[in-house]
Nanobody
Framework: VQLQASGGGSVQPGGSLRLACTASGRTPGGYGIGWFRQAPGKEREGISFISIRDGSPYYADSVKGRFTISRDNAKKTVYLQMNSLQPEDTAVYYC????????????????????WGQGTLVTVSS
């Protein structure tokens, strides 16, 4: 499957953006679509996943309460609504597909990502 991410841009602190990730092929129900991000000089960070089967959302503590992930299976699209953005949210955001993921100690991890979309840049600055 190919993943296409869109929706990045520049926003002031406290602002909002919505990212979209559209899959070119079918994603079976046992998979999830998620988002990772990588800020300059930092390691890549998993921030959210959603189960394609039942829509259950998962969040890293760093974004919980501010970001909301959702899916539209008919459109093969997963959305990431990002509110209350802060400068530390500045990063390149990537959508991914995986069968397994977990949140441990507030950190979201996945070891079997089989597809990465191209990144979309989010810049939060005044």
């Amino acid at each position: 499957v190919q993943l296409q991410a869109s929706g990045g841009g520049s926003v002031q602190p406290g602002g909002s953006l919505r990212l979209a990730c559209t899959a070119s092929g079918r994603t079976p129900g046992g998979y999830g679509i998620g988002w990772f991000r990588q800020a300059p000089g930092k390691e890549r960070e998993g921030i959210s996943f959603i189960s394609i089967r039942d829509g259950s959302p998962y969040y890293a503590d760093s974004v919980k309460g501010r970001f909301t992930i959702s899916r539209d299976n008919a459109k093969k699209t997963v959305y990431l609504q990002m509110n209350s953005l802060q400068p530390e949210d500045t990063a390149v955001y990537y959508c991914v597909r995986a069968q397994y993921w977990r949140v441990v100690g507030g950190i979201l991890r996945s070891d079997d990502i089989d597809s990465w979309g191209q990144g979309t840049l989010v810049t939060v600055s005044s």
